[in-house]
């Protein structure tokens, strides 16, 4: 009975620990859809929710634009949606700089590892992790139980295999990088025997939004400036180095404390073999009647004591080499972990994240449409919870008897309008102060020049002095430059740009003319992608 309970609870353990596991590697892998499902708890919770905490406090003001009034706690709620809204703001235009981002770096159709082949690689190494424990906790304490024993052997193997999982990851990480890293130098060294290759130094601006700025560049540097590299621009193999002499300290190690195991119970049934015994005594030391010559038993000895010798060679030799296979067994999966880690590994610095964007679509238009569809899910959420909260605000308007209610109501679009808005004011207002200096720069450059020559005719400074008070025509570079600031014009709405306009006294025709021929590039270059794919 008390077997069978040992069993039961050993079992139960078992499950646990592999329920854990998986539970926890969901988590990760579906972080944002368990943020999110946590966030919208959080809204709808009763009592303690935020629809019912913003409802019970004082409707302050925060501001009116347009005729819609905002309480601080509606733009409270709305914030909360509007940072998981503002994650789903992708089109087809950055599906296709994911994709250039990808193809410069030599990482286009790498995918990263999934949820299946990472609880596989993790429940083999700690299977192995776990027969090699066993091992080691009866040397750690002899006087815990068996039960004991099995918690920590468990104990111990999750920690063996969350050092070998992330050792042997790297190092694929850093093969993978390497590799890289000797194809980008191999096309510098052709080149420079053409005599044509550029110095071998990386820029720092290249990232996902800006990865079009070395379009002109040969494909050495295009890797060199999205792949991590050390000053030489080179790779390095210290992960390598730091999981090999891991793997061969476990592998070496378990099979030497298995091998002292076995000799120690060799050594022990030597010493308790019946033939280590003096036999053909009775109990008073007389040789009896019956008993064969003393030289017949010495050479039954010899032969019982020779059977037993090699019984036990042939059974040590067994056990090592049982061991010996393990130890083969595990350095395998190791080469599997480190072999998975060199074939769905990233080595550009946002090559992973690019890949996460865009591995599961097939072209651009898909990829837009199940971002927008998120958008649409996440602003119809956000604008029900609105709606709530602005039926609370009003009841109590109603109930308190206040001036409150009747107003005009803020919807989650308007918010995210407002907010698109406030943020480009913001970079507008940098590249007006930016090109404030850089007029400031250019007059002190000119007072600083020295005086014209003698010999300048004196109604030249009455016509300058005329002219000083003229004021200096935007030029048209300081146009370009403000609209450019905007970034992809596409986003507005025609109210948008018409506001825009309003606020940097820029010509709307000229946003509009703007806007479609950035349009028509997107259009352009999602087709090139669809024919490519």
């Known amino acids: 009975m008390d077997s069978l309970t040992e069993g039961l609870i050993l079992a139960r353990t078992y499950w646990y620990i592999l329920a854990t596991m998986a539970l926890t590697l969901a ?25 019912a905490r913003e409802s019970r406090k004082p409707h302050i003001k925060s501001r009116e634009t347009d005729g819609v009034v905002w309480y601080k706690s509606e733009e409270a709620l709305c914030a909360r949606f509007y940072a998981h809204y503002i994650s789903f703001t992708k089109d087809a235009a950055f599906f296709d700089k994911c994709a250039d981002y990808l193809n410069k770096a030599d990482e286009r159709g790498r995918r990263p590892k999934s949820l299946p082949m990472w609880i596989g690689t993790i ?33 111990l193997a999750i920690m063996i295999a969350v050092i070998l999982v992330t050792v042997t990851h790297m190092m694929g990480w850093e093969i993978h990088r390497n590799a890289l890293l000797k194809k980008a130098r191999t096309w510098y060294e052709n080149a420079r025997r053409d005599h044509s290759a550029k110095a071998l130094k990386p820029s720092g601006r290249i990232d996902l939004d800006r990865t079009y700025e070395d379009n002109d560049e040969p494909e050495y540097i295009q890797i060199v ?3 991590p590299h050390n000053a030489s621009v080179k790779g ?33 049934q030597v010493n308790n073999s019946p033939f280590t015994q003096q036999g053909g005594l009775d109990s008073g030391g007389t040789m009896s009647l019956f008993d064969l010559p003393q030289e017949a038993q010495n050479d039954g000895q010899a032969a019982d004591e020779r059977a037993n010798s090699e019984i036990l060679s042939a059974r040590i030799q067994a056990y090592k080499t049982t061991f010996a296979i393990l130890s083969v067994i595990f350095v395998g999966i190791q080469i599997v972990g480190v072999m998975v ?17 865009i591995g599961r679509f097939n072209s651009a238009e898909e990829f837009a449409a199940y971002y927008e569809q998120k958008r649409e899910r996440i602003a119809a959420d956000a604008q029900a919870a609105l709606d709530a ?15 409150g209610s009747g107003f ?20 507008l207002g940098d590249e007006k102060q930016r ?15 020295p005086p014209p020559a003698p010999q300048v005719s004196v109604a030249a400074p009455a016509a300058h002095a005329e002219a000083a008070p003229m004021p200096d025509p935007a030029p048209a570079s300081e146009t370009e430059s403000l609209i450019a600031g905007l970034g992809d014009l596409t986003l507005y709405s025609e109210q948008e740009l018409l506001e825009i306009a309003k606020e940097l006294g820029i010509d709307f025709a000229l946003l509009q003319r703007k806007r479609k021929v950035q349009a028509a590039i997107a259009r352009a270059r999602g087709g090139q992608a669809g024919g490519a794919a």
């Open 341 to 357: 880690g060199f074939f769905r590994s990233f080595a550009g610095k946002q090559s992973k994240d690019a890949a996460k964007f």
């Open 236 to 268: 390095g193999w210290v992960l390598t180095v730091v999981a090999v002499t891991l793997i061969t300290i476990f592998a070496v190690g378990a099979y030497w404390i298995r091998s002292l195991t076995i000799n120690e119970l060799e050594t022990g």
């Open 389 to 403: 909260l602005h039926q609370r605000i009003e009841q109590r308007h109603v109930l308190a008897g206040s001036d």
């Open 225 to 227: 400036n999205r792949v």
């Open 408 to 427: 005009m109501r803020g919807t989650f679009d308007h918010y995210v309008r407002m907010r698109r808005l406030n943020k480009y004011r913001d970079r």
């Open 123 to 155: 429940i083999l190494v700690l299977l192995e992790a776990y027969i090699f424990s066993l091992v080691l906790v009866p040397f750690m304490d002899n006087r815990v139980s068996s039960n004991q024993a099995i918690f920590a052997a468990w104990g």
């Open 27 to 51: 988590v990760v892998f579906w972080w944002d859809q368990v943020r999110y499902f946590f966030m919208r708890l959080g809204v709808w919770f009763p009592l303690i929710g935020t629809i």
């Open 435 to 449: 090109l404030e200096l850089e007029r400031e720069h250019a007059a002190r450059a000119v007072a600083a020049t």
